[in-house]
């Protein structure tokens, strides 16, 4: 029989530490939609997505009924639509974008991920017209997600995509200025992109990924925050294996929900993510689990070690929990959707130059930063380069979502409202890296690639 | 297949009557209850074999959630598989 003290635990974590498990993403393969036709493509992707995730939002609420755990989000990532305008290079790629929202809002998913392109080594066919296509894509779609892989560890940083994306961030949030700036919010820049990551915005469903398939992500800061409270003035050591117990008990939450999906769905199991993913909700912040380990404020100094001490505790925890572990499997630390964070960042004890120390140890990268609106294209790519060299030399995924906040200074803030949250625009170091990035051409990949 | 009911909240006359009550008209077969009062607080824990239930799981998480409501308790229904996946290997 079950023991009362751990139905109690359970239930406390639901009710008061927003123990949940974050998204049911159903990735799926739009290879076989390709057409050299681009209105017919666009009508098979969207009938292939509406007959396959027909039932998604509904089985995620079943479940979530049946196990009392709040299933936050169901969406859906798809094959990169550069391989799709591949085979259409008359015609805008926007025309998927649009059917990728019909499609979204006909299932009833929050986001579809997928408007991508993959150009870690260069641009083939459909790379380059997608890529440009972003801004108005965003702009114009209320769901639809893109990202770009620009650099992974095997092949090197594409410096030519490096500097285009520079373009592309401030354009997408240009053409929704009127919006705070929405579109940039929707963008990630990757290295080392996962295929099977279930998070927005830089879900896509990977060339190497089956036909369809179930990821899920789970989240809890705060279940993992209120155990350290409960343990009080222990010794690190004890604080990671703390970590790690309850780390293993959310994504034991999540490995059953990913099962139990699969089966009502009669879709592959593919991965569970294994992630601390925070929200503005108070106590569901990462950056407070880090102050709960003794720092007066996220971004002092000694950040950078919590960080990874949790987010290898995270990982050691889920790890046994889940039968296939994926995607991209660690502590979350986007500004604007964490409450402590976005307090850090006000009070200017967490700095864009602390934030990219700590994406060397945390699961992905520069995430969810509202910056100058006055920011040149080539500053932004130049913290693009910077952040894909710490993934590309560490073997690691490391992303860049910069919100330029169009027509507001440092200090000033943005609000997206929902997940997306709100936060201060952050401090840009202003001086010019144009001459660097204008060079273009390819980052070497470095040693750590030859392994074989 | 079992459910797990409980039941947290300030002590009344009559709760575990309402919530077996409400098992009994369904079918749920009451299987466990542990229960106590401590400083006014209830706390009822009841396993329930809801194999022969005559509504679908969903419907008698509603009503016993509405119930629950009515009488200023809360009440969680959930399936016995997320304890025992959250707390045995």
């Known amino acids: ?452 | 297949m079992n459910a797990v009911i409980t039941v947290l909240g300030k002590d009344n006359v009559g709760i575990l009557a309402k919530v077996s009550n409400e098992c009994s008209l369904v079918g749920a077969n009451i299987v466990e209850v542990t229960q106590s009062v401590l400083q006014g607080m209830f706390a009822m824990i009841m396993f329930v074999d809801i194999t022969e239930c005559t509504v679908p799981f969903s419907e008698l998480v509603d009503k016993l959630t509405e119930k629950g409501d009515e009488m200023g308790v809360k009440i969680h229904v959930m399936h016995e598989d997320i304890f025992n996946a959250m707390h045995k290997i």
């Open chain 1, 1 to 452: 029989m079950i023991n009362s003290r751990d139905i109690l635990e359970t239930i406390n974590m639901i009710d008061n530490e927003n123990l949940d498990v974050r998204t049911i993403t159903m990735g799926i393969s739009l290879l076989d939609c390709i057409d050299e036709d681009i209105d017919k493509a666009c009508t098979k992707v969207y009938d292939k997505i509406c007959r396959y995730a027909e039932d998604l939002v509904k089985t995620g609420e079943d479940i979530s009924k049946d196990y009392g755990i709040p299933i936050i989000h169901k969406r859906i990532a798809v094959t990169p639509i550069a391989m799709l305008a591949a085979a259409c290079p008359a015609k805008s790629p926007v025309k998927f974008a649009l059917t990728l929202d019909e499609a979204a809002k006909k299932v009833g998913v929050n986001f579809v991920g997928g408007y991508s392109a993959l150009v870690h080594k260069g641009f083939a066919g459909g790379d380059y017209a997608l890529i440009e296509s972003i801004p108005e894509a965003l702009s114009i779609t209320e769901r639809v997600c893109s990202s770009v892989n620009i650099g992974s560890t095997k092949a090197g940083i594409n410096m030519d995509a490096v500097a285009k994306m520079g373009h592309v961030i401030r354009k997408s949030a240009e053409l929704t200025a009127d919006r705070d700036c929405i579109g940039a919010a929707k963008l990630v820049v990757f290295c080392n992109a996962p295929e099977d990551n279930p998070f927005m915005a830089g879900a896509f469903h990977g060339p190497g990924e089956p036909d369809c398939v179930i990821n899920v992500g789970v989240s809890g800061p705060g279940v993992v925050r209120a155990a350290l409270a409960k343990a009080g003035d222990c010794n690190i050591t004890e604080v990671a294996d703390i970590v790690k117990k309850t780390a293993f008990k959310i994504t034991r939450a999540g490995m059953l929900v990913a099962k139990e999906a699969s089966k009502r769905l009669s879709v592959p199991f593919g991965i569970v993510d294994l992630s601390l993913a925070p929200t503005p909700a108070i106590g569901d912040s990462v950056a407070y689990i880090l102050e709960e380990m003794g720092l007066e404020q996220c971004g002092a100094h000694g950040t950078t070690a919590c960080l990874a001490l949790l987010n290898d505790a995270v990982k050691k925890g889920g790890v046994m929990a889940s039968s296939h572990v994926g995607g991209l499997s660690g502590a979350f630390i986007p500004v604007t959707e964490d409450a402590g964070m976005i307090e850090a960042a006000r009070s200017k004890a967490l700095t864009l130059t602390k934030l990219e120390a700590m994406t060397a140890v945390c699961s992905v990268g520069l995430d969810m930063i509202a910056i100058p609106g006055d920011t040149p294209a080539d500053v932004i790519s130049g913290i693009i380069a910077d952040e894909a060299a710490i993934g590309m030399v560490n073997s690691k995924t490391t992303a860049v979502r910069l919100i330029p906040a169009i027509g507001k200074e440092a200090g000033e803030e943005l609000s997206f409202g929902g997940l997306l949250g709100s936060g201060p625009i952050m401090d840009v170091n202003p001086k010019s890296p144009s001459r660097f990035i204008s060079r273009g051409g390819r980052i070497p990949a470095p040693m750590q690639s030859l392994k074989n």
